[in-house]
C-alpha cells in the first residue's frame, strides 16, 4: 500500500488527533506510516495542515498533485490547499451544503453525537463508508478506543459511526472523479 | 498500562518524543530546557516517559536557555549524561556557555538539541544551528527523520564520552513534528555516582589554559571528520561510474531520496547522506568531487555543507542560486530544481501554488487582546516596543509596533526614550508590552538596566501565568515543575520592586475602563520631572492552561439593532468569535467560540454590543 492523505482545516478543528488516529490505525495493520504535522503559532486559529503518508516513504511531505486524498474540516481552506490533490484523488469535504458525494456534514452529525469537537471522526468515519479509503473500519475504531481520553471516547465513536452511516443512508450517489488542481467552487 | 506500553517495541512518536525516547533510552539523567517552537514537546515527552516507567531522570523548565545549558552541563562535569534542549533561536541566548563549553569539554555524555525552523513556521529568524556548532567546534548530527533523530542519539552519546566533546544534534521542524512508526527498547538506566574531578586547567577558563584546550579541541576534530559513518553512501545509481552526486542532509536527504526515485534519476546519480554535517572529512569529499562531474548539495537551512566544499566550480545548491537561497526546501522546490539541472522540460510545469494559510489570531477571551485593546485606546499616539510570545499575535490592534526577540521590549523602549530625551524634543508616550516568561527569560536585567540609566516608559507585563504560545508550559511564578508538582513560586511583584521600579499596579486586563485610567496615571508619572519607569502587570491566567482554574462571570453577548456594521470590533479587537454577517451588515457573535469574558462590550462606540 502506498497511499497520501493530506488533512486541511483550522486551529481547533481537530487535524492532529485525527492524524494521530490515522497512525495508530496504521500501528495496528503493521504499514509504514510517516506525518508531517503544524504545531506552535500556526494553532491559535490558524490553518493547519497534515500530511500523511503511508507506505515506502521516506519523505513526511506530499508534493502538489500527489495526494490521493484530501480531507478538509473546514471547507474554506480546499482554496489553499486543494493543489495538493492528484488526478482522480477523493476528496471529503466538512460542509453543510451536499452537492455531492464529496460532501458531508460532519459538524452537523458530531453535534448529533454530543459534540462539534468530534466532526473530524464523523468525516472520518464518511470517508471509510467509500470503497476508495483503504483502512478497515475494526482498525479505525480501535485507534480511536487507543486515542481518546475516557471521557470523550463515546462521543467520539458515536460521531465516527453517524458519519459512517451518512453515505450509506442518504448518498449512494456514484463516485465523482475530481482533477488535480482543480478543486474549486464546483466542489464547495 | 504502563506494563503494556513497556512491552509493546512500536510506538507511533511524534519527532520529539522520539528524540525524549532516545534520550532516557539512552541513560540520559538530567534534562533542562526552555519552551520554544519546534522543540518544546521533548522535555513534556520526557515526563511523559519518566513516569510510565518511573525512570529516575531530572528534568527542568529553566527560565532561560543559558540557564538550561549550563544546568545540564554541571550534571555532565559529574560524569552524567545529560540534555540541554532549546530551539535555534535559544541556543543565541545559551552561545556564551556553548562556546567556551567546547574549550573545556565534558565527562559524561552532553548533547545539545537545537531545534531549527526553516519556513520560518513559528520563529524571528531560519537561522542555521549548524553554523553555531562550526563557530563552537563540536560535531553536529542531522536528522533525517524521527526513527533517525532516535538512533542518533545513543550515537552523540557516545561520540560525546568517547572524545569529551559536546555534540548538538539538529532536527528541523519536519523533524520535530513529523510522526512515525518508531521502535522502542527498554530504558538503559545508567548509574553513575557524581563525581567532580577538580582540574582548573579544564574547569577555569583562562587565557593560558585556553590555548592548549584549543589545540586539542581541533585535533578532536579532525579524528571525528575520519569517522566512515557520518557519511554514507545511500544508494548507488545504476550505470558506474555516475555523473552527479548529490549531498545531502536531514529531512532534505528524505525529500531527495524520494524524489530522485520519482523522477527516475537513479541512472544519473548517487546519493549520499552527510548524516554529521560538521566537522567534515576535507580529504573524502576532494576524492569524491574527482569522480563526478558536478556535486549537488541540498540542505536546510543555510548552505553550511555546501560552504565548506573548497572546489566552487563542481558545487551547485542554495548558494550558487540552483536552490533558493532561503524559506523550507520542499519536495516540491527539489523536484523542479533537480529538473532545472538535468535539463529536463516536460510538457506539464510541476505545480508551485503558493498556500494561503490563515493566519493565527489570539484566542477569543485572551486576556492578551483586552490589553493590547487597552494599552492603544489610553495612549494611542504611542509608541509600542513589544516581545516574544502569544500577544505579538494582537499586532491588529496597533499596540505592538516591534518584536525583535526575546526581552528586547524593555531596551527597546529605554532606548527610545533615551533617544527623544537627547534631543529635548517632544516625546510620545511609550508603552513596551512583555508576557511573564519572557520577563523571566530576558526581561529582569533589561529592567535593571532601564532604571539605573533612568529611561522613562510604561511596562506593562502581560501576565498569564504560563509560556502560552509553545503550549502553556509553567513559569517560575506559579512554582509549577514540569511534571506539576509544586516547587518554590518566584514572586513577580517583587522582583519589580527589586529592579528598582518605584510605581507598580496591578489590573484585571478584563476591567478595561479601569485599566485605560491606570495607563493613563502611568504616563503621567513618566512625564513627572521626579518620574521614571511605571509598571503595570496585566494579570489574568491563559485560558488554554488546564492547569489553572480561571474564575470570571460568564456573559451573554449580544448584539443590538445599534450596530451599523462599521466593523471596528473585528478589524481592531479583532476576536475570532466576532463576525461579519454579510446579509444583515452587521456583526454577529459565534456562540460556539464565544467564551463570554464581556470585553468586547467596551469597544463598540455606538454601544451595540451588550453583556449580559
Same mark, same amino acid.
Given at each position: 500500500m502506498r497511499l497520501q492523505i493530506l488533512i486541511c482545516g483550522v486551529g481547533g478543528q481537530g487535524v492532529l488527533f485525527l492524524t494521530r488516529v490515522l497512525g495508530e490505525s496504521a500501528l495496528l495493520m503493521n504499514v509504514p506510516f510517516i506525518s508531517s504535522e503544524t504545531h506552535g503559532m500556526?494553532?491559535?486559529?490558524g490553518s493547519v495542515i497534515s500530511h500523511i503518508k503511508i507506505g @515506502?516513504?521516506? &519523505?513526511?511531505i506530499i508534493r502538489s498533485g500527489q495526494a490521493d486524498i484530501l480531507f478538509a474540516?473546514?471547507?474554506?481552506e480546499i482554496a489553499s490547499y486543494g493543489h495538493y490533490l492528484k488526478n482522480k484523488g477523493s476528496v471529503f469535504i466538512n460542509s453543510t451544503?451536499? @452537492?455531492?458525494? &464529496?460532501?458531508?456534514d460532519a459538524t452537523g452529525l458530531a453535534l448529533k453525537a454530543?459534540?462539534?469537537?468530534a466532526s473530524n471522526l464523523s468525516l472520518l468515519g464518511y470517508a471509510l463508508s467509500?470503497?476508495?479509503?483503504?483502512?478497515s473500519y475494526s482498525s479505525i475504531k480501535d485507534a480511536v478506543r487507543k486515542t481518546t481520553p475516557k471521557d470523550d471516547l463515546s462521543v467520539n465513536l458515536r460521531a465516527l459511526e453517524l458519519g459512517h452511516a451518512f453515505t450509506c443512508g442518504n448518498h449512494n450517489l456514484p463516485p465523482k472523479i475530481i482533477q488535480s488542481g482543480s478543486v474549486t467552487s464546483s466542489h464547495l | 498500562m504502563n506494563k503494556n506500553r513497556k512491552n509493546s517495541k512500536e510506538r507511533l512518536l511524534l519527532g520529539n518524543e522520539a528524540i525524549a525516547r532516545g534520550l532516557i533510552e539512552n541513560g540520559c539523567s538530567a534534562a533542562a530546557s526552555y519552551p520554544g517552537t519546534?522543540?518544546?514537546?521533548i522535555l513534556t515527552s520526557l515526563v511523559r516517559f519518566k513516569n510510565e516507567d518511573q525512570e529516575n531522570i531530572y528534568v527542568e523548565w529553566s527560565i532561560n536557555e543559558k540557564s538550561a545549558f549550563e544546568i545540564a552541563l554541571s550534571n555532565s562535569y559529574l560524569g552524567k549524561r545529560s540534555a540541554a534542549i532549546m530551539k535555534h533561536v535559544g541556543l543565541n541566548v545559551a552561545s556564551d556557555p556553548l562556546i567556551s563549553a567546547s574549550y573545556s569539554g565534558i565527562e559524561g555524555g552532553f548533547i545539545i538539541v537545537s531545534a531549527d525552523d526553516p519556513g520560518p513556521h513559528s520563529s524571528q529568524s531560519e537561522q542555521d544551528s549548524r553554523l553555531l556548532a562550526m563557530l563552537a567546534k563540536i560535531p553536529v548530527f542531522d536528522p533525517s527523520s524521527p526513527k533517525e533523530a532516535k538512533e542518533m542519539i545513543g550515537e552523540a552519546f557516545k561520540l560525546s564520552e568517547r572524545y569529551k566533546i559536546p555534540v548538538m544534534l539538529r532536527p528541523t521542524t519536519r523533524v520535530c513534528h513529523a510522526r512515525q512508526i518508531v521502535s522502542c527498547e527498554k530504558y538503559h538506566t545508567i548509574r553513575i555516582k557524581p563525581h567532580f574531578i577538580k582540574d582548573p586547567k579544564r574547569w577555569v577558563s583562562l587565557p593560558e589554559f585556553r590555548k592548549v584546550l584549543h589545540k586539542e579541541m581541533n585535533q578532536k576534530l579532525v579524528a571525528i571528520s575520519k569517522?566512515?559513518?557520518?557519511?554514507?553512501?545511500?544508494r548507488k545509481g545504476n550505470?558506474?561510474?555516475?555523473?552527479y552526486a548529490i549531498f545531502s542532509s536531514g529531512v532534505a536527504y528524505a525529500h531527495t531520496y524520494d524524489t530522485v526515485t520519482e523522477l527516475g534519476l537513479w541512472n544519473l546519480v548517487d546519493l549520499y547522506q552527510i548524516?554529521?554535517?560538521?566537522?567534515?572529512d576535507f580529504a573524502r569529499i576532494d576524492n569524491l568531487l574527482d569522480s563526478y562531474r558536478k556535486v549537488i548539495v541540498i540542505e536546510e537551512t543555510y548552505p553550511v555543507i555546501e560552504m565548506q566544499i573548497?572546489?566552487?566550480?563542481k558545487v551547485e545548491g542554495r548558494w550558487n542560486g540552483l536552490l533558493p537561497g532561503e524559506g523550507e526546501i520542499t519536495p516540491d522546490i527539489i523536484y523542479s530544481s533537480l529538473k532545472k539541472f538535468m535539463g529536463h522540460t516536460t510538457k506539464r510545469k510541476p505545480l508551485l501554488l503558493a498556500e494561503k494559510a490563515k493566519k493565527p489570531t489570539l484566542c477569543p477571551g485572551c486576556s492578551h487582546r483586552a490589553s493590547l485593546f487597552a494599552i492603544k485606546g489610553a495612549l494611542p499616539k504611542a509608541l509600542y516596543p513589544s516581545d516574544i510570545g502569544?500577544?505579538?499575535?494582537?499586532v491588529n490592534t496597533g499596540a505592538i509596533d516591534t518584536a525583535l526577540c526575546m526581552g528586547a521590549s524593555i531596551n527597546q523602549a529605554a532606548g527610545f526614550s533615551h533617544s527623544f530625551d537627547q534631543q529635548k524634543s517632544k516625546r510620545p508616550s511609550i508603552v513596551a508590552t512583555i508576557g511573564d516568561s519572557t520577563f523571566f527569560h530576558a526581561g529582569i536585567p533589561s529592567l535593571t538596566n532601564a532604571v539605573y540609566n533612568q529611561a522613562r516608559f510604561i511596562l506593562v507585563i502581560?501576565?498569564?501565568?504560563?509560556?502560552?504560545?509553545?503550549?502553556n508550559q509553567p513559569t517560575a511564578e506559579t512554582g509549577l515543575l514540569p511534571d506539576l508538582s509544586r516547587g518554590q513560586p518566584v514572586d513577580l511583584k517583587k522582583i519589580v520592586k527589586a529592579c528598582g521600579v518605584r510605581h507598580l499596579k496591578e489590573i484585571d486586563p478584563y476591567h478595561l475602563p479601569a485599566f485605560i485610567s491606570l495607563l493613563k496615571d502611568a504616563d503621567k508619572y513618566c512625564r513627572q520631572k521626579k518620574g521614571g519607569i511605571a509598571v503595570i502587570i496585566a494579570r489574568r491566567p491563559c485560558?488554554?492552561?488546564?492547569k489553572i482554574k480561571k474564575k470570571y462571570k460568564h456573559h451573554l453577548i449580544t448584539i443590538t439593532?445599534?450596530?451599523?456594521?462599521?466593523?471596528y470590533c473585528i478589524k481592531?479587537?479583532?476576536?475570532?468569535?466576532l463576525s461579519m454577517n454579510r446579509k444583515k451588515s452587521q456583526v454577529a457573535v459565534d456562540e460556539n467560540l464565544c467564551?463570554?469574558?464581556?470585553?468586547?462590550?467596551?469597544?463598540c462606540s455606538e454601544g451595540a454590543i451588550v453583556a449580559q
Open positions: 500556526a494553532v491559535r486559529g @515506502n516513504f521516506n &519523505s513526511p474540516l473546514s471547507e474554506s451544503k451536499i @452537492n455531492n458525494q &464529496s460532501h458531508c454530543g459534540s462539534t469537537k467509500r470503497d476508495s479509503f483503504p483502512f | 519546534p522543540a518544546s514537546e569517522i566512515k559513518r557520518h557519511l554514507i553512501k545511500h550505470y558506474s561510474p555516475s555523473k548524516r554529521v554535517s560538521f566537522p567534515l573548497g572546489n566552487r566550480k502569544c500577544y505579538t499575535l494582537g502581560l501576565d498569564n501565568f504560563s509560556s502560552a504560545m509553545t503550549g485560558l488554554r492552561d488546564k439593532d445599534k450596530c451599523t456594521g462599521c466593523g481592531y479587537f479583532g476576536c475570532p468569535a467564551v463570554g469574558c464581556g470585553v468586547c462590550k467596551y469597544v
